[in-house]
Structures are given as C-alpha cells and as structure tokens.
C-alpha cells in the first residue's frame, strides 16, 4: 500500500520507532501499526493514535494489531507467570491493560512511572475491557517512587489534593473534570457556530468595574513605586496606562462594542472577583462565557437562547459513568430531566417569585433564615427552594426591581424593574445572568448617575448609544458552576484546574 511522503514521514517517525529495553537483553524492536489503523488516523493526524482512539476504533477480530503507546502507569500485578499493568494517556476514563511476561518486565515498572509500550493489540479473554495489550518491549520514560508518590490508589482528602494541586490532575476524578470541560467547550463553540455567533478576545486589563460592585483586584507594576529621595508623581503620572487598571470582572461592556459591528458575538474569558466569600460556589479567579447579540427586544427571548444553549450542552454525557459513579442519585435524575428536550423551563418573575417565598415562609414552622421581601436580593436558601422544592429543576427568574441589579440593564415601562432574568439550577442555584442592555441614551446616563457611578469612566459605553444604537441584550454564565452541576462536584474548587480564593493560591 503507498501512501503520501508527508505520512511515510510520519510513520517511519512514530510507528517505525526502534526502542531499546534493558530487560529484552537490549533486544531492538521494530514495530509497526496495521495498515487499518493508518488509514484511520494518519489523514487526521501527524501524531500517534492515543488510547481513546485505538479503544474506539473497529479493530480486526482475526488478527493482532502492532501498536506503539505511551503515558502512565496507573495499577501493576504483578503474579509468578506474568505481569499486569494498566497505561492510561489521559486520553479517555478507561485505562488499557497492559499484560507482561515476567523477564520482560522491568523493575522500575511502578505506579505513576512513564512508558512507552510497543505490542500487539488484541481481544481480552477478562472480564472488564475488549481488548488488551501483549507487551513486546517496554521503556520507562520517568522513575516513580511508589512510596514517596502522593497520588495512591485509595481515596484522598479534598484538602490533601488542594494541597497538591500540581498534582490532583492525575487523579481519575479530576481527570475526568478536565476531560469534561473540554468536551463542554467544544460543544459551545458548535452551538455558537451554528447561530453564526464570532467568538472575540476581550481585554483583561480593564479601566471600570463592569457590575459596579467594587469588588475589582487593583493592577500596577511592581516599580510602580517612586524611589526613595524622589517625590512622588502626580496620580495620573505615576499609573502605568494614566489612570486606575483592574482586572476584569466581565467582558460584558467590551462585547457590547463589537455586537455593534459584528452583531452576535462571545466569549470564553477568565474573570476575577475580590470577593472573600468562602462558599462552595465562588472563587477569586474564574471563567465566564459571555455572550452579546444585536436586535434583540425581549428578555424572553434572551432566556431561550441559554436554555437552547444549555441543553445542548448537556448532551455531553462521556464522563457520566465515573463522574456519577457514587454520585447522589436525585441530582443525576434531576440533571437528566433538565436536559429533556420539547420540555420548557419554567420562567416567573421576581415579584411572583417573593409571594410565593413569602407564602412558604409564613406557613412553615422553620421557614427561611432570611425573611423574603420585595425588594430584597434573593438569598441562597431562597433560590435553592425555588428550583428544587417549589419548581423542581432549572427556572428563569425574571425582571428583578432595579436597585438590585447593575447600571446597565434596560429600565421595565413599570420605572421600577428592569428587563433581566437569573437562571437558577437545582443544587447550584444561580446559574446565569443575563438582561437586555439600555440602549437610550438618557435611560443609560441617568442609571448610571442613579447608581452613583463616574460618568467620565463610562464616556465610551453611553457613545456606543449615539451612533447608530440598537437593541440588544446577553448573558453571563459561570463556567466552574455549570461544570459542577453537570458533573455532581458540588464545590467549584474542584471544577477548575488551579483554583484560587481568599487566602489561597499554592501555584
């Protein structure tokens, strides 16, 4: 069979590749791939197929396929007459078991080690995998001491793997997690691709704080300082870019700027928040998928579009059976229901939302912590009894009284709501947030003074009404939260690779 010299290249590269093993007596091993498994991943990739792609590729019933793999050594048993081991590359939850004759295995072959492993890939006789591999030769890459090794077998403490966050990555769970939020990304994109939304880059480096809250990380070099014996600067002489920088906390405004030109766009963007809270669903540094689209006149409408979004998403269910595993079973029947298309998300206001607070508040012995009241940000306990015990899944919560919501959303003809909605999720509670924006030019200002805010820091935003405005709206969705509810993590810590909050940040 002839193929282009672009792949000969790269067989003869990853394929062809002649390992030499201390325990075959220096033995030089040639292996090849099957001229099927060419076929199937040499047009896609200059690369070598990973476990996940040998594992779902047809393999022959009748034959043995040649197959070179490499990555970590996760289990080793070893018996009199042979060895077991199990590789995993990351590549997907189940590992490939890996079966050695003693003389060919060596000593250093321990958990957490790195391989390479050239063999013959065939149907396993044992119960628990399809196929397995007959190790012809095997190379350790990288040493690990067993003993000294952090990352064992048996569970460990969430704070012990906080500790180590350098390495929790290696853990099934949190592999699983990455696995997850990768999947989930990519299902975003597809979506957004499909509404023929343009994902943009946002600034990091920002001038205001987009929610007004204040709970913005102040940015300046580090010789910002003036050195001793000199004077110091005038504040606007002695800040980096001439005023006040800040780490973003949204991309909202900066999206509403390109929605102008390019009408639906979004983003995937790391957000940062100085907010001490120590609850499970909060962190200083986080991602937010924001969205922005022109020519929209109806929260409701706005409120599909994530509802379509999210159910889409959900679909992606690879990671469900190690995830879920010893989950709690109500969540993953109520995450499933969710997920059921043709069945609408319920959608109430505000104000019915607190009447009916209210009426469980006064007819329950316990009742809530915090009385609910109109006018009154909704507390935890209160979206939490919303989705789960009044709706019993996710519910779009709409057009909240304006003091309680930031400068930018649309003013309601009532002159005292505003055009927005929260999603709240069973077991997470707020899920998303999102509104239509003001786009009246006087609305705007006067919120903005309304809100008690500077007017000179957002010269540019009350612009963009002058030239040209139309109506438009989006969403925000925490990104960490969304990878908890699908996987049933219930601390966002745990739903991100390096988390950081108050106090803590080991890397």
């Not at 060895?83 to 003389?103: E, M, R």
Request: with cysteine; charged share 20%; glycine share 6%.
């Amino acid at each position: 069979m002839s193929y282009p010299a672009r792949l000969r290249v790269s067989f003869r590269r990853y394929h062809c590749h002649k390992i030499t093993t201390k325990n075959c007596s220096q033995t030089r091993v040639a292996v090849q791939v099957s001229s099927m498994l060419l076929r199937r991943f040499a047009s896609t990739s200059t690369l070598p197929p990973t476990i996940r792609q040998l594992l779902s590729s047809p393999q022959p019933t009748s034959q043995e396929t040649k197959v070179q793999l490499s990555g970590w050594i996760k289990s080793v048993r070893r018996q009199k007459n042979v060895t077991f081991a199990v590789i995993n590359d990351g590549s997907c939850a189940s590992g490939l078991q890996a079966v050695l004759k003693p003389d060919a295995t060596p000593h250093n072959l321990t958990n957490g080690a790195s391989v390479r492993i050239c063999g013959n890939l065939v149907q396993s006789l044992g119960r628990g995998q399809s196929y397995e591999l007959h190790v012809e030769a095997v190379d350790v890459l990288g040493e690990c001491n067993p003993e000294a090794y952090p990352i064992q077998k048996q569970a460990l403490p969430v704070e012990f793997l906080r500790d180590n966050a350098h390495l929790r990555a290696r853990t099934d769970i949190s592999a699983a997690m990455l696995r997850l939020r990768d999947s989930v990304l990519r299902s975003l994109h597809s979506y957004y691709e499909a509404q023929d939304f343009h994902y943009v880059h946002t600034p990091i480096l920002t001038s205001n704080d987009c929610e007004g809250g204040g709970e913005t990380f102040r940015v300046s070099p580090v010789s910002s300082s003036p050195s001793s014996g000199q004077s110091p600067d005038s504040s606007a002489q002695s800040e980096f870019f001439s005023k006040p920088a800040y780490l973003t906390v949204s991309s909202q405004l900066h999206l509403e700027a390109l929605a102008a030109s390019l009408s639906r766009v979004y983003t995937l963007s790391p957000c940062f928040r100085a907010e001490r809270s120590q609850t499970n669903r909060h962190l200083a540094e986080f991602w937010m998928l924001e969205a922005e689209w022109a020519f929209i006149d109806h929260v409701g409408d706005v409120c599909y579009v994530v509802e379509d979004t999210l159910k889409n998403v959900l679909r992606c269910q690879s990671e469900n059976a190690l995830l879920w595993k010893n989950g709690d079973g109500t969540k993953l029947r109520s995450l499933e229901d969710a997920s059921r298309p043709g069945i609408p998300w319920t959608r109430m206001s505000y104000t019915d939302a607190v009447k009916e607070l209210q009426k469980y508040h006064a007819s329950s012995r316990v009742g809530f912590e915090f009385e609910p009241a109109w006018g009154r940000a909704l507390q935890s306990e209160h979206e939490h009894w919303l989705s789960e015990r009044l709706v019993g899944g996710p519910v779009f919560v709409t057009d909240y009284p304006s003091s309680l919501k930031p400068f930018y959303m649309r003013a309601n003809d009532d002159g005292q709501t505003v055009a927005c909605f929260d999603l709240l999720v069973p077991f997470i509670g707020e899920l998303v947030g999102g509104s239509l924006r003001e786009e009246r030019s006087s609305h705007l200002v006067e919120s903005i003074q309304r809100h008690g805010l500077k007017e000179e820091e957002y010269g540019w935003y009350v612009d963009l009404r002058k030239y040209g405005s139309a109506p438009h709206g989006g969403y925000g969705l925490g990104f960490e939260r969304l990878i908890s509810w699908m996987s049933g993590i219930e601390n966002v810590r745990e739903c991100i690779a390096m988390p950081r909050w108050a106090k803590r940040m080991l890397l």
